[in-house]
């Protein structure tokens, strides 16, 4: 496993990373278009479910035994406002405020074909998260502050 600050070289707490180094540095990594989607999906779910903690030390690669990479499952994913109030990685080049206009310019960028389809399954399930929050006994408090930032999130577009 290898973080993407490790890789890149990139100082997490000053970095000036966008989603865009991930998309090309993960599919020069990788060889996958794939990778494509991956990445960003997990951008649009960082962006809808208000994970501004996505800084990259929270981006992985794995190497398998024949010594091909793919990128790592999603990991420390958490609603957060973050010490600067913007998301530690932008989406085409916002930080404070990015939403479907900006990860429509990646998928522009990165010919990701599905990336309509990607939001719109993302921004349902950070839509319907509470379902989620019941099942595992998330305490009210917690779900009615968390509902006040989400709602906030999603009636941005």
């Given at each position: 496993?290898?973080?993407?600050?490790?890789?890149?070289?990139?100082?997490?707490?000053?970095?000036q990373?966008?989603?865009?180094?991930?998309?090309h540095?993960?599919?020069?990594?990788?060889?996958?278009?794939?990778?494509?989607?991956?990445?960003?999906r997990?951008a649009?779910?960082?962006?809808?479910?208000h994970?501004?903690?996505?800084?990259?030390?929270?981006?992985a690669f794995?190497?398998?035994?024949?010594?091909?990479?793919?990128?790592?499952?999603?990991?420390?994913?958490?609603?957060?406002?973050?010490?600067?109030?913007?998301?530690?990685?932008?989406v085409?080049g916002?930080?404070?405020a990015?939403?479907?206009a900006?990860?429509m310019?990646?998928?522009e960028?990165f010919?990701?074909?599905?990336?309509?389809?990607?939001?719109?399954?993302?921004?349902?399930?950070?839509?319907h998260?509470?379902?989620?929050?019941?099942?595992?006994?998330?305490s009210s408090?917690?779900?009615?502050?968390?509902?006040?930032?989400l709602?906030?999130?999603?009636?941005?577009?």
């Open positions: 496993m290898h973080s993407a600050s490790g890789l890149l070289h990139d100082d997490f707490r000053r970095s990373l966008d989603y865009g180094h991930l998309l540095n993960g599919y020069e990594l990788t060889k996958k278009a794939s990778t494509y989607e991956e990445i960003f997990l649009a779910f960082n962006v809808y479910a994970n501004r903690d996505d800084h990259s030390k929270n981006f794995l190497m398998d035994k024949t010594g091909d990479w793919s990128f790592a499952p999603a990991y420390d994913l958490t609603l957060s406002n973050s010490s600067h109030g913007m998301h530690s990685t932008t085409a916002e930080g404070y990015p939403g479907k900006q990860l310019e990646l998928a960028t010919l990701i074909s599905k990336a309509e389809k990607i939001i719109e399954e993302v921004r349902y399930a950070t839509a998260w509470e379902g989620f929050a019941a099942s595992v006994h998330l408090a917690k779900i009615e502050s968390t509902r006040n930032v709602s906030r999130v999603l009636l941005r577009e």
